[in-house]
């Protein structure tokens, strides 16, 4: 049910999304830690939903179709302000592209093999990509004028949060060629009866509870 509360947690990361354009689109360095700490919050909430999905035994369709969608609409939202309003720099738009082509990537190969009746699981090394890319993205929300309003201008955050885009980025890499590979595995062959999941190409697999990566 939409009102069942790891369904609202969910919905929640959609609904963060224009308050967080709002709070950035203000330039102003109260608005940054507020931006930081609206999209801190709402990523926060793709480790409890499933969590308490599973605890409270209440999976549901709508749940699985809308938990991916969030993700990728707060990512992709947090990287097109971060962007569009010149807070990252060469050297930090660089791996943006990279996480964004690989969001891509993997959503369509997830719809290819959703018309096998194929389910791509997420993989350990894809749960720690996503936490490493929330931390980046926060931290560079904030930027360094959040930090000087935090009295905090003596850390270098813009280089920080670059430094962990790019690692995000290289997980993103390595994670993004073992679901192609997993994809391509699939190729050619006739849809499945009944749906069963791909065993990942290659790193750690695991299904744990926490932050899930699509």
Sequence with gaps: ???????????????????????SALRLPWGD??????FSAAAIT???DGKLARRRRQVSDLGRMLDPIADKLLVGAALMLLAGLDRLSAFGLLPAIVIMLREILVS???????SLSVGLP?????????????????TLLAGTTGAAALHLSWL???AIGEIMLWTAAVLTLVTGWDYLQAGL????????????????????AGVAGG???R
């Excluded at 999304?17 to 709002?22: E, H, N, S, Y």
């Excluded at 830690?33 to 609206?38: I, K, L, Q, W």
């Excluded at 369509?108 to 959703?114: H, S, T």
């Excluded at 595995?185 to 750690?204: E, F, K, N, S």
Aim: hydrophobic share 45%; with cysteine.
């Design 122 to 138: 997420v993989t350990r090394l894809a749960k720690w990509k996503t936490g490493v890319q929330m931390g980046a993205l926060g």
């Design 46 to 48: 793709d480790y409890f």
């Design 211 to 213: 932050l899930t990566e």
């Design 1 to 23: 049910m939409p009102t069942d509360l790891p369904n609202l947690l969910t919905l929640s990361r959609i609904a963060a999304i224009p308050l967080l354009v709002a709070l």
């Design 185 to 204: 595995h699939h190729v050619g062959r006739p849809p499945a009866d009944p749906p069963h999941r791909v065993p990942p190409a290659a790193r750690g």
């Design 33 to 38: 830690v507020a931006a930081c700490v609206v």
């Design 156 to 158: 270098p955050v813009q």
């Design 108 to 114: 369509g190969l997830r719809e290819y093999l959703a």
